[in-house]
């Protein structure tokens, strides 16, 4: 699932990848430590568009 970081405190860190998170960055987690995420306030879940194959074929 993923979500993008809306509010990181001064005292929270987090880390993805061995990379520090910043505000605004979206990452791709499991659902369950995603939704735990969201439930604090700390993110909100991106909404992903279902992918057309037809858009990439010219016509």
């Given amino acids: 699932m993923k979500i993008k970081f809306v509010k990181i405190n001064h005292d929270q860190k987090f ?6 998170v910043n505000v605004g960055d979206v990452i791709d987690l499991p659902k369950e430590r995603a ?4 439930m604090r306030g700390v993110a909100e879940a991106v909404k992903e568009a279902p992918k057309n ?3 990439s074929k010219d016509e």
């Avoid at 939704?35 to 969201?38: I, R, T």
Wanted: a positive charge; hydrophobic letters at 45%.
């Fill in 53 to 55: 194959k037809n858009e």
């Fill in 15 to 20: 880390v993805h990848n061995k990379k520090v």
């Fill in 35 to 38: 939704v735990a995420l969201v």
